[in-house]
């Protein structure tokens, strides 16, 4: 079951100027270890969520934690174009 790990206070805007809340969720596998990826939740409800496919692999959740409060906007910015199928 996924996790709420963090939520990043820097918002990211799509082509229209719709700012998305980015939140960091995280998991448990099997074998112990963590993964993790980031939701991008619209301001505008009408919008859907994005979400990456796993961009980390972490050996706990404290890990994880870490991991999701050293996020840079410049990493965020890449992350949001990736779930458009966007490169930057």
Not at 28 to 55: A, C, I, N, Y
């Amino acid at each position: 079951m996924a996790e709420f790990i963090h939520e990043h206070s820097t918002r990211v805007k799509d082509e229209d100027g719709t700012a998305y809340v980015v939140r960091i969720y995280a998991r448990q596998r099997t074998d112990g270890t963590w993964e993790g990826w980031l939701e991008f939740h619209p301001t505008d409800k009408r919008k859907s969520v994005l979400r990456t496919e796993q961009e980390t692999s972490q050996p706990n959740r404290l890990a994880v934690e870490y991991w999701a409060s050293g996020l840079e906007p410049i990493y965020l910015e890449g992350a949001f174009a990736r779930t458009q199928g966007r490169l930057l």
